[in-house]
């Protein structure tokens, strides 16, 4: 499984939809409480739930991994998980998957400067207020040192989302052939 992993606005979400397009992975679907941005899909994007019906999916032990990001909680229900799947997380979520399944688990770091990220953010209509938080928290969030482990390392400000998907196919492949 690939697990993308980077700050808000990073490029993981449109490097994971060119993995699936291009290369036939498919999503893992993260579960959290945070409400949809336009155009985001319900079983498509993420499963969006209450906090309450969250709270009662811990309670059955659901998850392999739960996190709390911008007071909204997140997690990776096992039903949602498979060898051939693309996931997006916090670096918790990272190492929580690194320790439970370490060689079926290929960690991308995908690291985007605080300029571009800004843009970015604006564009998909995130408040002002927002943007400033996260600008000054994802820097010790997404600090390289909280990971057990980063497979790969990109750089995502220039090469295309084509080009970056192609070198995590390629080295997710690698990776499969090692393990």
Aim: charged share 30%; net charge negative.
């Amino acid at each position: 499984m690939i697990v993308l992993v980077g700050a808000s606005a990073s490029g993981k979400t449109e490097l994971a939809k060119t993995l699936y397009q291009t290369y036939g992975y498919s999503k893992c679907v993260t579960t959290t409480t945070r409400q949809p941005r336009e155009n985001e899909i319900d079983g498509k994007d993420y499963h969006f739930v209450t906090r309450q019906y969250f709270q009662m999916l811990i309670e059955q032990d659901a998850f392999y991994e739960v996190t709390h990001y911008n007071d909204n909680i997140y997690g990776i229900q096992k039903k949602d998980v498979n060898v051939n799947g693309v996931v997006i997380v916090d670096p918790h979520g990272a190492n929580t998957l690194v320790s439970k399944a370490a060689e079926d688990v290929f960690v991308v770091y995908v690291e985007t400067n605080k300029e571009t990220r800004e843009k970015r953010m604006k564009l998909r209509g995130d408040s002002q207020d927002a943007i400033a938080i996260r600008l000054d928290t994802d820097d010790h969030i997404f600090d390289k040192s909280a990971f057990i482990r980063i497979d790969r390392w990109l750089r995502n400000e220039h090469h295309t989302i084509a080009e970056l998907a192609k070198d995590v196919h390629d080295s997710y492949q690698q990776f499969i052939r090692k393990n």
